[in-house]
């Protein structure tokens, strides 16, 4: 059977899938959490609202930590740690030769459309993130390493969603 | 004995290096199992790529079996490790819309990071969505505060909500991401392949 020839160039998915959970492990050891994504974006959108309005930001649950006067939102752990998936990913693409500035999507697709889609997924997942109290990696796998039940909510409602929903995108994908 | 910093054996300020150093292996393994790659990402959902179960699958369970082993050693305090309250309409409703992203833009938080990283600008530009999506949220956030905190559940376990065993849970899942591992591997082989 033929070898698709981008994949083979990647890391055995168990081995990083096992590396991964490592990294997690670790997290919980050493500061007694797990990993997360969307808070490092909510620090910033709470900081930038508290800096351009903080009137509004003081009088709004949401926003108020951004108008405080105590220690900046960004100041953070999820931030330290997104700006460490930022130079991690920059470090690994740069040793396999996968630093290029592109817009990829499917060929039945322009890439005005894929770009259109990208922004429409991240205003869901930004919105779904507030909701479910973290992403993907905040709330579904650290919260299932956990063994938390919002894990598995989390979890199972993602990737069933993302089936259910499928069929209806795959002019986007395939 | 572990969690470390949430006991003040490693100072607070360490606390942030740490946090960059495990983003710095998070966002490198990340990347060099192909997560920023969004073509790649959806192929879980169309069975051509399956990447995405067997990497989660495997981290999850790996960090689970190493929770419960540190337990056992006695080498982490699991009481004093982070474990997300269960919310159960709110954690529905937002695992939903987010798996309607998912499909729609490819990526989830984590892995838009890393792509954007090596230079992915519909990643960057979901970002910018995510950016807006929790700006959106906020600015409404007196509408969703009383459904956001409905139905809570505490600090709950799912083993405790299916009414088993924490070994036979684990077990459980364990079983279930093998089955899921061999399984994937032959419908990857018989759905076409698509070039990405």
């Known amino acids: ?174 | 004995m572990g969690p470390l910093v949430t006991q003040d054996i490693i100072g607070g300020n360490w606390n942030f290096v740490l946090a960059f150093i495990l983003g710095l292996f998070f966002g490198g393994v990340l990347e060099q199992a192909g997560f920023s790659s969004s073509r790649k990402l959806a192929g879980v959902f169309y069975g051509y790529d399956f990447v995405v179960l067997r990497v989660f699958f495997t981290a999850a369970i790996t960090a689970m079996v190493g929770l419960l082993f540190f337990h056992y050693f006695e080498w982490i305090d699991l009481s004093l490790v982070y474990v997300n309250p269960t919310f159960w309409p709110s954690a529905l409703t937002g695992g939903a819309i987010m798996g309607l992203g998912f499909i729609v833009g490819g990526f989830c938080p984590g892995t838009s990071v890393c792509a954007a990283s090596i230079g992915k600008i519909d990643a960057m530009v979901f970002l910018v969505g995510i950016f807006i999506g929790i700006s959106l949220f906020g600015f409404t956030y007196d509408w969703w505060v009383d459904f956001v905190f409905a139905g809570d559940l505490g600090r709950i376990k799912v083993y405790d909500s299916l009414g088993m065993r924490q070994g036979s849970f684990a077990f459980m899942l364990i079983a279930v991401a093998l089955i899921a591992f061999y399984a994937t591997r032959w419908i990857e082989k018989r759905v076409k392949k698509v070039e990405y």
Do not use: D
């Open chain 1, 1 to 174: 059977m033929e070898e698709n020839k981008q994949a083979s160039k990647y890391m055995n998915p168990y081995l990083a899938g096992f590396i991964l959970g490592l990294v997690l492990l670790a997290s919980f050891y050493f500061t007694g959490r797990g990993l997360g994504a969307s808070g490092a974006v909510k620090s910033v959108v709470v900081t930038t609202v508290g800096t351009v309005a903080p009137e509004f930001a003081s009088s709004t649950l949401f926003f108020e930590s951004g108008a405080s006067e105590g220690e900046s939102p960004l100041k953070s752990w999820l931030v330290f740690e997104v700006l460490g998936v930022l130079l991690g990913g920059l470090i690994s693409g740069a040793f396999a030769g996968r630093l290029k500035l592109k817009v990829e999507h499917s060929p039945k697709i322009s890439s005005k459309t894929r770009l259109i889609a990208a922004v429409l997924g991240g205003i869901l997942f930004g919105i779904g993130s507030q909701f479910g109290r973290g992403c993907t990696s905040g709330a579904a796998l650290s919260g299932m390493a956990v063994l938390s039940t919002a894990g598995f909510i989390s979890m199972l409602a993602i990737f069933g969603t993302a089936f259910l929903f499928a069929y209806f995108m795959r002019k986007l994908w395939i």
